[in-house]
């Protein structure tokens, strides 16, 4: 899991480019990294303890995937063919649609944890990743970036082990806490949004992998919120 930390994490580790996308399994165990300060916050219940938890989180994940967001949804809602709207993507400046698309996912989890237990930040986070990873075993790479070259190491060994930790990262939660399994409802989130950059862009590129990681958090908690979890 070290080589894959540098990549979905700021915490200083160093990591070998090589043999990170020997880890992608790992995707799932990264939660538990990278939701452990905001759920300390949430649980010492400070006060503002969901503006801080957020702040916490992106303090740890830093701001790549809120980045490739914007980006996303600047191409996804250009009208026209599919090159206008990838050339928009990949646009540095970032367009009101971009800048809404942000907002809104940061509202949506900052009103969200507010009603969530303690752990549903973890549970998030959890489904973030863990949709990453199925986001990579669709093997339909967008250029050759970062995504195309972690989908080149993905195979169906590295989604069973995957699959396997997720379930047993989720299930001692649902144990002490069974109505905790809508949880994973907010995976449909980022197969919603997996469906979505495919049908505009025929492809996944880092902006998509960020859209489909920040929309399943989101997409979570707002369920979590919901069922009263």
């Known amino acids: 899991m070290r080589n894959i930390l540098p990549f979905l994490t700021r915490v200083p580790v160093k990591g070998d ?23 300390l916050v949430l649980y010492l219940r400070l006060p503002l303890g969901n503006v801080l938890a957020l702040l916490a989180l992106y303090f740890t994940i830093g701001l790549l995937h809120l980045d490739g967001l914007a980006d996303w949804a600047d191409g996804v809602m250009v009208k026209g063919e599919r090159e206008r709207k990838i050339k928009a993507m990949k646009d540095v400046n970032t367009g009101i649609a971009g800048l809404f698309a942000v907002v809104m996912i940061l509202l949506l989890q900052v009103y969200s944890l507010g009603l969530v237990p303690f752990y549903g930040l973890f549970l998030a986070e959890l489904n973030s990743k ?5 986001a990579l075993a669709t093997k339909k790479p967008l250029g050759q970036g970062l995504g195309a070259y972690f989908m080149g190491g993905m195979n169906r060994k590295q989604l069973v082990l995957g699959m396997a930790f997720y379930s047993l990262l989720i299930f001692p939660v ?9 949880s994973s409802l907010g995976l449909f989130a ?3 949004t997996l469906h979505v950059s495919l049908k505009n862009f025929g492809g996944l590129n880092g902006d998509c992998l960020g859209a489909i990681a920040e929309i399943t958090r989101a997409g979570t908690l707002l369920v979590m919120a919901f069922a009263g979890q």
């Open 17 to 39: 480019f090589e043999k990170a996308r020997e880890e992608l399994w790992a995707f799932p165990l990264v939660a538990l990294v990278s939701s452990a300060l905001p759920t």
């Open 130 to 134: 863990f949709a990453i990873l199925l």
């Open 174 to 182: 649902v144990f002490l806490e069974p109505l905790s399994i809508f």
């Open 190 to 192: 980022g197969i919603y």
